[in-house]
């Protein structure tokens, strides 16, 4: 029993205890959280009050920075104001000035009407009195005469009639000499202006190239073993290749330009890359023929633009890219026909016949010569039939087929391209084969000048198109000299073929010398 109360006892302390225990936690954590609250509410104040300060300095800022905008635009707004004022204000100075000029004007006017008003009125007055001082004149020669004014008339004009037929006549052969001689000179000048603002090169032409090598041991690889690389490089790009004694070089042979720059542009690469076998070969010529190419169609693409000429098909453009490649008497065709282009629209803008079409008939009259080798037939034919396939105009057609005479030229054009082919085609210098010609055909010039008894000299000059000779006054008369002038043109004629005629100018040169003593 006693046991039983002792518990219970404990158990009663020990509720007392816990419940003791529980109300102080409960009163400490309380204290806590009214601590914990009050330090919030105190931040929270802080942080409202941080909050409120950093909206008024924001709202300061924003009512400067609004301020400031204000004004600026304000000033803006006044400059450009002030600008339209002035421009305003300018304006209605230069409205006034003209104003004022149109009213001097209009007061010139008045008094130049009011001269000519007055000098009308007093042609008139003059034309009357004319008209009565003609009447009488007309009556005393009637009454003179014995003639009606009808009959006197008639007379008059059938004399005038026959005067005016042979004076007439006169003038026509007058002015036909003249205009003749002045188509003479026009065309030697319009030639000769051409041929001076188209500067072109001499020609060198060349069958040869030849490759630098780094060393001589470089023409063993290039052999390779048993030869088969050199017979890879040449089966491949259709050359021949000559290794000699010569130091540190290879030549490269073939009459095929195009094949000779594929060669050579392969050598060059297999070289640098040092890689030198059959397959290598074999790709590297790839690589080459396709950068050809390029070149050709970048070459064609530079002629039409250097010569103004647009429109051309995409094919055309190609092959005038291939005339890069094809000589003619060792003048490069590419350069033959720009500079056929551009002597041809000069001499069209000096005719006045259009300069667009003239140019493009001449760029394209060799385009024949470009696929000669492939395809049979002269290059004139050739050449009409790519331009025909091509779709040119019926103009350019016909230009092409008659630049070497092959049809009767029917055109200008036709005519211009024609001359202007000739003249870059047989200027000194532009053929290796004519510049030795020309110089042999002013040698023979001279040489039949200086034949002739009486002649002291003779100088071929203007490219053989004039031969000046100077006799011995003591020995020639002015009268022989007719005869020599005459003799010697006879035989120029027997002697020497040339294109064109050749002028023939005999100087006699008459001095006397006396003294006053």
Do not use: W
Not at 48 to 71: I, S
Not at 328 to 345: D, F, M, P, R
Not at 506 to 513: A, W, Y
């Amino acid at each position: 029993m006693d046991l039983y109360l002792a518990i219970g006892l404990i158990a009663a302390a020990a509720i007392v205890f816990g419940a003791v225990g529980g109300f102080v936690g409960f009163i400490a954590r309380k204290k806590s959280a009214e601590k914990t609250i009050g330090s919030a509410e105190a931040e929270a104040k802080r942080i409202v009050e941080d909050a409120v300060k950093a909206a008024e300095t924001a709202k300061k800022e924003k009512l400067v920075e609004a301020k400031e905008e204000a004004l600026k635009i304000k000033n803006d707004t006044e400059r450009e104001l002030k600008e339209r004022r002035n421009d305003l204000q300018r304006m209605e100075r230069r409205a006034i000035q003209k104003e004022e000029n149109l009213d001097k004007k209009y007061e010139n006017l008045e008094k130049k009407e009011e001269v000519l008003n007055n000098k009308i009125r007093e042609n008139d007055e003059l034309r009357v009195k004319a008209e009565e001082i003609v009447a009488q004149q007309e009556e005393m020669l009637q009454k003179i005469s014995g003639m009606s004014s009808e009959d006197a008339r008639a007379v008059l004009m059938e004399r005038v009639e026959t005067e005016a037929r042979h004076e007439m006549a006169m003038k026509l052969l007058e002015v036909e000499q003249e205009y003749k001689d002045k188509a003479d000179d026009e065309a030697k000048n319009i030639i000769a202006l051409a041929i001076q603002r188209c500067a072109a090169d001499s020609v060198a032409e060349a069958t040869v190239s030849v490759v630098d090598l780094p060393n001589d041991e470089m023409k063993g690889r290039i052999i390779g073993r048993e030869g088969r690389n050199i017979r890879a490089i040449e089966t491949l790009t259709g050359v021949d290749l000559i290794i000699d004694d010569t130091p540190e070089a290879i030549a490269i042979s073939t009459f095929d330009p195009v094949r000779r720059e594929v060669a050579r542009m392969t050598l060059e690469k297999l070289i640098s890359d040092g890689r030198i076998h059959p397959s290598r070969i074999e790709e590297t010529v790839e690589k080459s023929r396709k950068e050809v190419e390029a070149v050709i169609k970048k070459e064609g693409e530079q002629a039409t633009y250097e010569t103004g000429v647009h429109g051309i098909n995409p094919e055309l453009v190609k092959l005038l890219g291939r005339l890069k490649y094809r000589t003619s008497y060792g003048q490069n065709v590419l350069k033959h026909s720009i500079e056929v282009a551009h002597i041809a629209g000069m001499i069209a803008s000096e005719l006045g016949v259009d300069v667009a079409q003239a140019k493009r008939a001449g760029l394209l009259h060799d385009i024949g010569k470009a696929m000669t080798h492939e395809i049979d037939g002269s290059h004139v034919q050739i050449g009409v039939d790519l331009a025909r396939k091509y779709k040119e105009s019926r103009e350019i057609v016909h230009a092409i087929e008659a630049h070497h005479g092959d049809v009767e030229p029917h055109t200008l054009v036709a005519m211009i391209v024609q001359a202007a082919d000739a003249v870059s085609a047989a200027r000194p210098g532009a053929r290796r084969e004519n510049l030795e010609t020309y110089i042999k055909r002013l040698q023979k010039l001279e040489e039949i000048a200086t034949s002739f008894t009486g002649v002291e000299k003779s100088f071929a000059i203007q490219a053989g198109r004039e031969v000046r000779i100077m006799v011995k006054p003591d020995e020639v008369n002015d009268d022989e000299m007719i005869f020599i002038a005459r003799d010697i043109a006879r035989k120029i004629e027997e002697e020497l073929e040339y294109p064109g005629q050749i002028k023939i100018n005999v100087i006699r040169e008459m001095r006397q010398v006396d003294y006053a003593k």
